[in-house]
């Protein structure tokens, strides 16, 4: 038997209940696969600045340096949202990508065929998408140095960001992206503004000049600009996206809503050593925590993804995969992705589906 | 009569035949209406770097700014696309917009429900969709100082660009977004980063400010990524958009992009005083260049966008609009918005197609 310790960030809103159905399918699948999970709870976003005054407290960043995978579900709400920035749920969130250095960010947008109807766009323009945005996660304009408000000469105010990658940045995020390409059907695009941003110049420069390492792959350049207007007019020319923290923070969610049930996404985040953090693409949707409405099975494929990336366990991530295509082939529907002549089930509910299915 | 001196840019690819149509639509429209259009041709893009080895040659500039409006077709091309940085056409662009210090962009976004199969969406989601973005045009990333490509300590390249604006610049534009809402239904939506960037946070707090002096507008906020989401979630939401460059540049393609046609979509630039340039959102399509082929529609709904935005001439501009309107209705398409039982035409046909409906 492995034996992971694993750290939970339950987080607010909706993520203690979604968390509980994915630790019991991670403990139902251990039991399968031979596998031991110790698990330790940790705070963070709202809950942790109300019991400590911080979003993310040091002990928290500890307890994640010290298991082998971090199991996120989802931060912030209302109540925290008019605090000063070095208070808010989101700090914390960029303080964990920081202190573990999280730089590959890894945003799965697949169709399902069960949901396909979810989508706001036409079936034949959505069938069989699969989009992997893999966006660079502790750089770009979110870490950018100088950054503030400023007060200019002649007294006005002035805010302030930085847009800057260096090469190792930017090689480091194409290499993953890269080999994420030749793991799927081996075309990669790269998404930049290029034609604008002198960091998009290098940017550019770089990926094509990794290129040659990777003859195997097939490799495009967009611009932002125009890969959004692609991911709506024809999503299925996608395969692999790379692009910096910013770019990918916007496309990322594009791609996700093509599929129509956000409910359903999760993400990986990566370093280059020590534990990835594995989260919900969907936020905490304060207005039905606590109430049994939340949609688990995002929650559920981070665990599956935390498996698969972070544990080298993909046998265990195929069997929760799988219970997930089963429950949805069996009419379980939470609220979110109800649809008619379906079975509506609460959180819970849709946990012990999945714990049968397995 | 009035007179009018118009500046033309037709640019590159298509630029030059689409601008063709507009002309003589502008010429007969002007009969009816008692305007007199005085047109000066000028170079812009890769015709100028060919003809004079920079993208925006200082006498295009004075030109410009000697008349009252400016009507720009397209510009770049392969053929351009390697050039250093001050030489590609894109430049000239840029250099048009900063030196009619071109703060205001206006993008229209507007299903037509003659063309409403074209778009990628399902039909009860774009129905009806009508969405003005005002994307600040001279700010934010595109211009924000320093910019370039750097050399670390360590001996690496580091690419760096500015997103910054300062408050007077936030509140220009915030006024004309805030007066484009009065004449629209009244929502104003304002999309930032304001959970992670500081300019955006500026951003957010002197729009909130400005709202007090427009009691009647119903002002909203939205993430970007946000905002992606929602832009194919649910476009009808939104009425008026207002963002930085960037975002603007990124938003206003998705949502210009849920029409189908963006060959049918004109755009305004605009400044504090002095001449707005007008021209259509798509690019200058050099593969079907010199064919026959092109859509001039943008191009004609651009000199309709002129002739209300530019010149307050709000009768002429209804006119051309209609005629667009009176075509579309009649069965004429080009190859780009072709679909069963319609007439295909190419580019000339259409424009004598639009002269007999005026
Ligand atoms: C909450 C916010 C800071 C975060 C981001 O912008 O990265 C979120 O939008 C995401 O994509 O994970
Ligand atoms: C060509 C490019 C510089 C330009 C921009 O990014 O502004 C274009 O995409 C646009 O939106 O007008």
Redesign the pocket.
Known sequence: THNYRITLLPGDGIGPEIMTVAVEVLKAVGQQCNLQFDFQEALIGGAAIDATGSPLPEETLLKCRNSEAVLLAA??GYKWDNLPRPQR??TG??GL?AGLELFA?LRPAKILPQLIDASSLKREVVEGVDIMVVRE?TGGV?FGQPKGIFTTETGEKRGVNTMAYTESEIDRIGRVAFETAQKRQGRLCSVDKANVLEVSQLWRDRISALASEYPDIELSHLYVDNAAMQLVRAPKQFDTIVTG??F??IL??AAAMLTGSIGMLP?ASLGASGPGVF?P?H?SAPDIAGQDKANPLAQVLSAAMMLRYGLNQPEAADKIEQAVLQVLDSGYRTGDIMSEGMKPVGCQAMGEALLQAL
């Open positions: 931060i912030g749920p989101e969130l960029l990508r960010n996660l979110y923290n910013l990918g923070d990322s969610d993400s989260e693409v936020g």
